[in-house]
């Protein structure tokens, strides 16, 4: 029996247990399983890549439009500002204009005799800061942290 043992074990190269070789079907699925996941995790890479670039330019074709309409709008005041109407509305109302035969009329504003009359308001003396304090003072507070007796 010992005799037996001895052969099967040398047999089998002193190995126990059945054969742990990868067969060429195991090591395909390995590679295509591999392979795979690359595929699926570079896909997923770019779907969220693609899902960004798609929200930016959203965003700059927004601002984009948002741009025109602005310039639209200065074009538009550009162009008023050039016009003579324009150039009228101003000189009678920034510049008191007038054209000839024409009365520039300026309203004035009315104050009551009392009230120009009246005695000025007295004005108030006051300290704007605060009394220095004295030199024993600064010492007591720096020796027992509180304030000097009666001024509490």
């Known amino acids: 029996m010992a005799e037996a043992s001895l052969r099967n074990v040398a047999e089998t190269g002193g190995r126990r247990g059945p054969d742990r ?25 770019r779907i969220k890549l693609d899902r960004d670039l798609g929200r930016i330019h959203a965003q700059f074709t927004t601002e ?28 009678r109302d920034e510049g008191k204009m ?16 009392a009230a120009e009359q009246s005695a000025p308001t007295p004005l108030v003396d006051f300290e704007t800061t605060a009394p220095e304090p ?18 509490e």
């Open 134 to 151: 004295k030199n024993w003072e600064l010492w007591w507070a720096l020796f027992f942290d509180a304030p000097p007796p009666g001024q």
């Open 21 to 45: 070789r990868l067969t060429s079907i195991q090591l395909i699925f390995a590679v295509a399983l591999t392979i795979g996941l690359i595929l699926a995790l570079n896909l997923s890479g």
């Open 98 to 113: 007038i054209r000839q035969g024409e009365v520039l009329i300026m309203p004035r504003t009315t104050r009551s005799a």
């Open 64 to 91: 984009i439009e948002t741009l025109r309409r602005e310039q639209q709008a200065l074009i538009a005041q550009l162009s008023y500002v050039k016009s003579d109407a324009y150039v009228e509305f101003w000189a």
